[in-house]
């Protein structure tokens, strides 16, 4: 009679220190796993969910403009102050701590304001 039996070594199964990765023996052939991409899939959607739940909250808004804006800019020596032009030509300069108008220019174009930025100085 011939009895075959499970040898192991231990070095196959185990970390050698706290800082080596697990070794995690897997099988990637499709036939044994016809559900692994709906599975993925899944975990996908649902991570993607769990960002938007834990993302950080709406903090304020910048009340004034009276259609969308279009682009946005900061200072760079002052990051305080925010530059938005809208879609109706009209661009605004904002205090962000106290979150208020600090200056306007309510027709600077007659389309779209498609880009802003602030000179070297910062003026």
């Known amino acids: 009679m011939k009895i075959t039996t499970i040898s192991r ?23 044994l796993h016809p559900f692994h991409r709906n599975r993925e899939y899944t975990k996908a959607i649902i991570g993607v969910k769990l960002d938007k739940i834990f993302a950080k909250p709406f903090l304020c808004d910048l009340n004034g403009h009276h259609d969308s804006i279009n682009c946005l800019s900061i200072i760079r020596n002052k990051l305080t102050i925010l530059l938005s032009g809208a879609c109706d030509g009209e661009i605004k300069v904002w205090d962000l701590p106290s979150k208020t108008c600090v200056w306007e220019v309510p027709s600077a174009h007659s389309g779209f304001v498609r880009g802003i930025t602030p000179d070297v100085e910062g003026e």
């Open 9 to 31: 070594t231990e070095e196959d199964y185990c970390r050698k220190n706290k800082t080596d990765i697990m070794k995690v023996h897997r099988n990637h052939d499709p036939a």
